[in-house]
Protein backbone atom coordinates (compact mmCIF):
# COMPACT_ATOMS: atom_id res chain seq x y z
CA UNK A 1 0.00 0.00 0.00
CA UNK A 2 1.10 3.39 -0.61
CA UNK A 3 1.49 5.46 2.15
CA UNK A 4 2.05 8.90 0.34
CA UNK A 5 0.78 9.72 -3.35
CA UNK A 6 1.12 12.24 -6.02
CA UNK A 7 -0.34 12.25 -9.11
CA UNK A 8 0.63 12.75 -12.09
CA UNK A 9 4.61 11.64 -11.65
CA UNK A 10 5.41 13.66 -14.74
CA UNK A 11 4.00 17.11 -16.58
CA UNK A 12 4.99 18.70 -19.06
CA UNK A 13 2.84 22.27 -19.76
CA UNK A 14 3.31 25.22 -21.42
CA UNK A 15 4.16 28.87 -20.08
CA UNK A 16 1.18 30.52 -18.92
CA UNK A 17 -0.85 27.00 -18.28
CA UNK A 18 -2.34 26.42 -15.37
CA UNK A 19 -1.99 23.30 -13.65
CA UNK A 20 -2.54 20.99 -10.36
CA UNK A 21 -0.97 17.47 -8.75
CA UNK A 22 -2.44 15.89 -6.43
CA UNK A 23 -1.12 14.33 -3.20
CA UNK A 24 -3.10 11.97 -0.52
CA UNK A 25 -1.80 9.59 2.21
CA UNK A 26 -3.48 6.81 3.73
CA UNK A 27 -1.54 7.06 7.01
CA UNK A 28 -3.95 9.28 9.26
CA UNK A 29 -1.51 11.49 9.48
CA UNK A 30 -1.94 15.75 10.72
CA UNK A 31 0.20 17.49 9.45
CA UNK A 32 1.56 17.79 4.95
CA UNK A 33 3.95 19.64 3.16
CA UNK A 34 4.59 20.35 -0.17
CA UNK A 35 8.70 20.58 -0.94
CA UNK A 36 9.98 22.04 -4.36
CA UNK A 37 13.79 20.42 -5.76
CA UNK A 38 15.31 22.30 -8.24
CA UNK A 39 17.69 20.95 -10.87
CA UNK A 40 20.28 21.20 -8.47
CA UNK A 41 18.74 19.04 -6.00
CA UNK A 42 18.26 21.43 -3.59
CA UNK A 43 14.99 20.68 -1.61
CA UNK A 44 13.11 23.62 -0.12
CA UNK A 45 10.05 23.74 1.89
CA UNK A 46 6.93 25.21 0.17
CA UNK A 47 4.25 24.87 2.28
CA UNK A 48 3.08 23.03 5.88
CA UNK A 49 -0.96 22.37 6.71
CA UNK A 50 -1.63 21.32 9.78
CA UNK A 51 -5.14 20.97 11.59
CA UNK A 52 -6.25 23.44 8.88
CA UNK A 53 -3.08 26.40 9.81
CA UNK A 54 -1.20 27.03 6.86
CA UNK A 55 2.25 28.00 7.10
CA UNK A 56 3.69 29.61 3.39
CA UNK A 57 7.77 29.87 2.94
CA UNK A 58 7.80 33.76 1.96
CA UNK A 59 9.99 32.97 -0.89
CA UNK A 60 6.83 31.02 -2.55
CA UNK A 61 5.65 33.13 -5.21
CA UNK A 62 1.33 33.81 -5.00
CA UNK A 63 0.95 31.44 -8.16
CA UNK A 64 1.37 28.65 -5.85
CA UNK A 65 -1.68 27.63 -3.58
CA UNK A 66 -2.43 24.40 -1.66
CA UNK A 67 -5.67 23.27 -1.09
CA UNK A 68 -6.89 20.85 1.17
CA UNK A 69 -10.45 19.19 0.35
CA UNK A 70 -9.92 16.49 3.67
CA UNK A 71 -6.94 15.72 5.97
CA UNK A 72 -5.96 13.13 3.65
CA UNK A 73 -5.07 15.29 0.67
CA UNK A 74 -2.81 18.17 0.27
CA UNK A 75 -3.11 19.19 -4.07
CA UNK A 76 -1.16 21.96 -5.58
CA UNK A 77 -2.51 24.58 -7.68
CA UNK A 78 0.18 26.46 -9.68
CA UNK A 79 -1.03 29.43 -12.22
CA UNK A 80 0.81 30.97 -14.91
CA UNK A 81 3.51 28.16 -15.09
CA UNK A 82 6.75 29.92 -15.81
CA UNK A 83 10.10 27.92 -17.07
CA UNK A 84 11.34 28.66 -13.70
CA UNK A 85 9.02 26.41 -12.05
CA UNK A 86 10.32 23.69 -13.55
CA UNK A 87 11.17 20.99 -10.94
CA UNK A 88 10.54 18.14 -8.94
CA UNK A 89 7.50 18.78 -6.46
CA UNK A 90 7.18 16.17 -3.42
CA UNK A 91 4.39 15.85 -1.30
CA UNK A 92 5.38 15.23 2.43
CA UNK A 93 3.18 14.13 5.47
CA UNK A 94 4.00 13.55 9.04
CA UNK A 95 1.95 12.30 12.45
CA UNK A 96 2.49 15.71 13.99
CA UNK A 97 5.32 18.42 12.91
CA UNK A 98 7.91 17.04 14.80
CA UNK A 99 7.88 13.56 13.71
CA UNK A 100 8.88 11.84 10.69
CA UNK A 101 8.08 13.05 7.20
CA UNK A 102 6.98 10.16 4.78
CA UNK A 103 7.25 11.45 1.39
CA UNK A 104 5.72 10.74 -2.06
CA UNK A 105 7.38 10.00 -5.13
CA UNK A 106 7.96 13.14 -6.26
CA UNK A 107 6.68 14.93 -9.55
CA UNK A 108 8.78 16.49 -12.20
CA UNK A 109 7.19 19.04 -13.59
CA UNK A 110 8.94 20.51 -17.28
CA UNK A 111 7.40 24.44 -18.10
CA UNK A 112 8.38 24.66 -21.85
CA UNK B 1 16.22 31.34 10.36
CA UNK B 2 18.05 28.00 10.20
CA UNK B 3 20.65 26.60 7.83
CA UNK B 4 21.90 22.96 7.26
CA UNK B 5 25.62 23.35 5.51
CA UNK B 6 26.73 20.08 3.54
CA UNK B 7 30.27 20.80 2.93
CA UNK B 8 31.00 17.41 0.43
CA UNK B 9 28.85 17.52 -2.53
CA UNK B 10 30.68 14.17 -3.57
CA UNK B 11 32.49 10.87 -1.62
CA UNK B 12 33.43 8.05 -2.90
CA UNK B 13 34.05 4.60 -0.56
CA UNK B 14 35.12 1.00 -1.49
CA UNK B 15 32.02 -1.46 -1.37
CA UNK B 16 32.71 -2.40 2.68
CA UNK B 17 34.27 0.48 3.85
CA UNK B 18 33.47 2.66 6.46
CA UNK B 19 32.10 6.59 4.80
CA UNK B 20 31.59 9.58 7.02
CA UNK B 21 29.23 11.97 5.55
CA UNK B 22 29.27 15.63 7.44
CA UNK B 23 26.87 18.07 8.43
CA UNK B 24 26.69 21.09 10.27
CA UNK B 25 23.82 23.24 11.23
CA UNK B 26 23.05 26.65 12.66
CA UNK B 27 20.28 27.24 15.06
CA UNK B 28 19.55 29.75 18.57
CA UNK B 29 17.04 26.75 19.34
CA UNK B 30 17.65 24.34 21.89
CA UNK B 31 15.19 21.97 21.22
CA UNK B 32 14.97 20.32 17.76
CA UNK B 33 15.39 17.38 15.31
CA UNK B 34 17.80 16.22 12.97
CA UNK B 35 17.61 13.55 10.26
CA UNK B 36 19.11 11.66 6.90
CA UNK B 37 17.44 11.23 4.27
CA UNK B 38 18.41 8.81 1.05
CA UNK B 39 17.86 10.50 -2.28
CA UNK B 40 18.63 7.14 -4.99
CA UNK B 41 17.93 7.54 -8.36
CA UNK B 42 14.46 6.54 -8.24
CA UNK B 43 14.18 10.10 -6.48
CA UNK B 44 12.16 8.50 -3.66
CA UNK B 45 13.41 10.03 -0.71
CA UNK B 46 14.02 7.13 2.27
CA UNK B 47 14.69 8.56 6.15
CA UNK B 48 17.77 7.24 7.30
CA UNK B 49 17.86 8.54 10.73
CA UNK B 50 16.34 10.79 13.13
CA UNK B 51 17.98 12.27 16.24
CA UNK B 52 16.19 14.19 19.01
CA UNK B 53 18.57 17.35 19.98
CA UNK B 54 18.09 16.78 23.70
CA UNK B 55 18.83 12.86 23.15
CA UNK B 56 22.82 13.02 24.38
CA UNK B 57 22.37 9.19 23.03
CA UNK B 58 23.43 8.67 19.05
CA UNK B 59 21.32 7.26 17.12
CA UNK B 60 21.74 4.06 15.34
CA UNK B 61 20.09 2.05 12.45
CA UNK B 62 21.92 -0.88 11.36
CA UNK B 63 24.73 0.33 9.41
CA UNK B 64 23.71 3.91 9.75
CA UNK B 65 24.86 5.80 13.15
CA UNK B 66 24.80 9.40 13.88
CA UNK B 67 27.95 11.54 15.39
CA UNK B 68 25.77 14.24 17.06
CA UNK B 69 27.75 17.01 18.67
CA UNK B 70 25.21 19.26 20.06
CA UNK B 71 27.58 22.47 21.21
CA UNK B 72 29.39 21.95 17.73
CA UNK B 73 26.50 21.86 15.72
CA UNK B 74 27.69 18.90 14.12
CA UNK B 75 25.83 15.55 12.51
CA UNK B 76 27.63 13.49 10.60
CA UNK B 77 26.07 10.37 9.67
CA UNK B 78 28.63 7.36 9.58
CA UNK B 79 27.55 4.28 7.05
CA UNK B 80 29.48 1.24 7.72
CA UNK B 81 30.25 -1.97 5.50
CA UNK B 82 28.95 0.10 2.32
CA UNK B 83 26.91 -1.48 0.18
CA UNK B 84 26.14 -0.92 -3.78
CA UNK B 85 22.47 -0.01 -2.65
CA UNK B 86 23.95 2.42 -0.47
CA UNK B 87 24.66 4.56 -3.61
CA UNK B 88 22.30 7.84 -3.67
CA UNK B 89 22.46 11.40 -2.33
CA UNK B 90 22.06 11.86 1.24
CA UNK B 91 20.53 15.16 2.94
CA UNK B 92 21.05 16.12 5.96
CA UNK B 93 17.79 18.13 7.28
CA UNK B 94 16.57 20.29 10.62
CA UNK B 95 13.35 20.30 11.99
CA UNK B 96 12.51 22.62 14.67
CA UNK B 97 10.08 21.54 18.10
CA UNK B 98 7.63 23.12 19.48
CA UNK B 99 4.89 22.65 17.56
CA UNK B 100 5.13 24.60 14.46
CA UNK B 101 4.96 22.76 11.16
CA UNK B 102 7.62 24.66 9.38
CA UNK B 103 9.03 21.97 7.58
CA UNK B 104 12.64 20.57 7.44
CA UNK B 105 15.52 22.82 5.79
CA UNK B 106 17.33 20.64 3.97
CA UNK B 107 21.58 20.99 3.49
CA UNK B 108 22.45 20.81 0.05
CA UNK B 109 23.18 16.96 -0.52
CA UNK B 110 26.23 14.82 -0.91
CA UNK B 111 26.28 12.43 -3.74
CA UNK B 112 27.66 8.81 -2.50
CA UNK B 113 29.80 6.97 -4.97
CA UNK B 114 30.13 3.27 -3.83
CA UNK B 115 33.19 1.45 -5.58
CA UNK B 116 32.40 -2.11 -6.36
Known amino acids: DTAVSQTPKYLVTQMGNDKSIKCEQN?????MYWYKQDSKKFLKIMFS???????INETVPNRFSPKSPDKAHLNLHINSLELGDSAVYFC???????????FGPGTRLTVT | AQTVTQSQPEMSVQEAETVTLSCTYD???????LFWYKQPPSRQMILVIR??????QNATENRFSVNFQKAAKSFSLKISDSQLGDAAMYFC?????????????FGKGTHLIIQP
Open chain 2, 27 to 33: TSESDYY
Open chain 2, 51 to 56: QEAYKQ
Open chain 1, 49 to 55: YNNKELI
Open chain 1, 92 to 102: ASSRGPDEKQY
Open chain 1, 27 to 31: LGHDT
Open chain 2, 93 to 105: AYSDSGGGADGLT
